[in-house]
């Protein structure tokens, strides 16, 4: 396992999608705060220029961490156009092996690649904003540790897809459809049926989206983290096992 997840960190930290991604978030990070501080310098009255407005816009919508995993995912995963994993089980490489050593490359590369996202913006924000001192940094960091497991959730249902789907574009579709739209639809009839709001609030994205309403008027209890961080746990073991069991069964061609 150790061996394999050493060439398959070696294969990715090569690939040149993986750094070109770190650019452009880096571009955008620093563009967000760029605007913003030259429009507190040079415009009258402007009330974006700070620390609070600038931090909302992470942890008041959590729900992005999804969709940039699951991108993340799809940028890096083109074993069926490389055939790389097949390369690998054709040489005698055990199915688990495979899977999951490629799963915890990229979950680990993805956690240090949010981490320090995380920490260049909050660098930013401290360095060139208006300090709102009403402990939006606080939020913020606990906002990222909350969700965290929901992004590597997100980031395992999408790999899973991926590996065990005939096509990018059936992956694609199972993905949207377990992490973002079921959920939606049971929280939108759940307004109706009771049963189907607290089914919906199971899930990452509702869970998720639910802390980051509650980041805005600074109410995130013990309860709101918990509750965020169980779900994405629950669903980032559901993935795995979900993943394992159908990978295994699949036909390799």
């Known amino acids: 396992m150790l061996n394999y997840m050493r060439s398959e ?7 040149k999608k993986i750094w070109i991604l770190f650019f452009v978030f880096g571009v955008l990070l ?14 009258e009255n402007f009330p974006y220029g700070n620390t609070k407005f600038a931090l909302s816009n992470i942890y008041a919508s959590l729900t992005m961490l999804l969709y940039v995993a699951g991108g993340f995912v799809l940028l890096l995963n083109d074993g069926d156009k490389t055939h790389v994993y097949k390369n690998s089980i054709a040489f005698g490489i055990k199915r688990s092996t ?11 590369i993805a ?7 995380a920490g260049f913006y909050a660098f930013l924000c401290d360095r060139f904003l208006l300090h709102s001192d009403v402990g939006e940094f606080n939020v913020y960091w606990n906002a990222i540790f909350s969700g965290s497991l929901g992004l ?6 999408v790999y899973m897809f991926m590996m065990i789907a005939d096509t990018m574009s059936l992956a694609m579709i199972y993905s949207v459809a377990a992490i973002v739209v079921v959920p939606t639809m049971l929280n939108l009839l759940g307004r109706r049926i009771v049963i189907l709001n607290i089914i919906s609030k199971c899930f990452p994205y509702i869970a998720m989206a639910e802390y980051s309403n509650h980041t805005l008027t600074f109410e995130v209890t013990g309860r709101d983290t918990f509750t965020t961080l169980l779900t994405g746990f629950c669903w980032l073991t559901g993935f795995l096992i979900f993943g394992m069991i159908l990978f295994k069964r699949k036909e390799i061609r």
Do not use: E
Request: hydrophobic residues 60%; charged residues 10%; glycine residues 6%.
């Open 9 to 15: 960190a070696y294969r990715l930290i090569r690939d």
């Open 30 to 43: 620093s563009s967000v705060v760029g605007v913003l501080a030259y429009f507190q310098n040079y415009a």
């Open 98 to 108: 495979v899977l999951l050593g490629k799963l915890l490359v990229q979950a680990i």
């Open 111 to 117: 956690v240090f690649s949010c981490l320090v996202l």
């Open 152 to 157: 590597l959730a997100a980031l395992t249902g």
